[in-house]
Nanobody, 120 residues
Framework: QVQLVESGGGSVQAGGSLRLSCAAS????????MNWYRQAPGAQRELVAR???????NYADSVKGRFTISRDIVKNTAYLQMNSLKPEDTAVYYC??????????????WGQGTQVTVSS
């Protein structure tokens, strides 16, 4: 009922920047939180950043001061601005959105993932 489309991944050198986008569409009544996760090869998926409906944000310690999460409420789109990228940021980044549908049921959807590769 709710679909997510991610974009913006790619390859950059260390110190570079990328901006990820995640557009949610479908039977959305309201969005509770929009999250970015990442999963490196052989590692568990980890939460990178979160923004709530109240615009509260929190970040993984490893990205604080370098990454910024934001959202466009009208477009139901989340963004992750990633600056000062490091090789250890290399991973597949996934968008996750939770909220309520127009059928008044909760939803939690995942994007397809976008690869971010940072070379030294």
């Amino acid at each position: 009922q709710v679909q997510l489309v991610e974009s913006g991944g790619g390859s950059v050198q260390a110190g570079g920047s990328l901006r990820l986008s995640c557009a949610a569409s479908g039977r959305i009544l309201s969005v509770t939180a929009m999250n970015w996760y990442r999963q490196a090869p052989g590692a568990q998926r980890e939460l990178v950043a979160r923004i709530t409906s109240a615009e509260a944000t929190n970040y993984a310690d490893s990205v604080k001061g370098r990454f910024t999460i934001s959202r466009d409420i009208v477009k139901n789109t989340a963004y992750l601005q990633m600056n000062s990228l490091k090789p250890e940021d290399t991973a597949v980044y996934y968008c996750n959105v939770g909220g309520w549908t127009t059928m008044h049921s909760p939803f939690g959807s995942w994007g397809q993932g976008t690869q971010v590769t940072v070379s030294s």
